[in-house]
């Protein structure tokens, strides 16, 4: 029988696989191999022994001990438990809303995303009030954006700018666009809904985007809906409106 090989290179061998298991929780998801719930729970659970293995690894070439493997070892670990600890920090002045809305008073209705193509786990399609004064302290720049346009033109603009987006449906007569957004790396698909509605002088435009699945959007959603309407301003700005 083989003698057992020492503890270092063992938990350089361990740190490595953890620190890989960390990497793969999001494919594994994109690609449908595990549910949402246990892809965080692998990506979450597989950072401590990364991270402690990590600490490990380090403490070991701190006493001039391992070798190229302890180096990656110590390096991917490391790397491996700042990931969620950076996205837990990230977070933590975040409300545990999932729903943002520039109306939430009256928010734009999913009409094309019904619940038989979001899933049936999938959080229920309608805007919960207690969110509102979560979502105002929080983000108080998310509003409605009034633009000079009319509201063809407004609408072609704004379906110009969901880019990246899988358009569901796209009415110009009702002013409504249904879209779906995936988080990069997890896959996540977060559900959007713009409404374009004519006032005195132009068209207000409003968008709503809510996560499928979980119960707090990190402020993934704050920051879709940001990025959406600065890309419509710029859009009307160069169109010289």
């Known amino acids: 029988m083989s003698a057992r ?3 270092g290179p063992r938990m350089a061998r361990a740190t490595l696989a953890a620190a890989l298991l960390v990497l793969l929780a999001g494919p594994l998801l994109n690609f449908g191999l595990v549910n949402w719930q246990a892809a965080l729970g692998l990506f979450a659970g597989a950072a401590v022994p990364a991270g402690i293995g990590g600490l490990f690894c380090l403490a070991r070439l701190i006493r001039r001990r391992g070798g190229v493997v302890t180096v990656i070892a110590a390096a991917a670990g490391i790397a491996a ?10 977070a933590a002045d975040k409300p545990v809303i999932n729903d ?8 734009p209705e999913f ?9 049936a786990d999938a959080n229920p399609p309608e805007y919960n009030p207690a969110f509102a004064p979560e ?4 983000y108080p720049q998310i509003r409605p954006l009034d633009l000079p346009l009319p509201r063809d ?6 379906l110009a700018a969901c880019k990246g987006w899988e358009i569901i449906a796209s009415d110009a007569d009702a002013g409504r666009i249904e879209a779906v957004a995936r988080v990069p790396w997890w896959g996540f698909r977060d559900d959007i809904v713009i409404r374009l509605t004519e006032v005195p002088g132009g068209t207000r435009v409003d968008i709503r985007s809510k996560s499928r699945v979980g119960t707090s959007d990190l402020g993934v959603n704050a920051r ?4 959406w309407l600065d890309r419509l301003a710029a859009s009307v700005r160069k169109a010289g409106a």
């Not at 700042?82 to 837990?88: H, N």
Request: aromatic letters at 2%; zero cysteines; charged letters at 20%.
């Open 224 to 227: 879709r809906i940001s990025a």
């Open 5 to 7: 090989a020492p503890l």
């Open 153 to 158: 033109k407004a609408f072609r603009l704004a």
């Open 135 to 138: 979502q105002s302290r929080a």
């Open 81 to 90: 438990a700042t990931i969620p600890m950076a996205i837990v920090l990230m």
């Open 111 to 119: 009409v094309a995303l019904t619940a038989d193509r979001r899933g």
């Open 100 to 107: 943002i809305s520039t109306d939430t008073a009256n928010p």
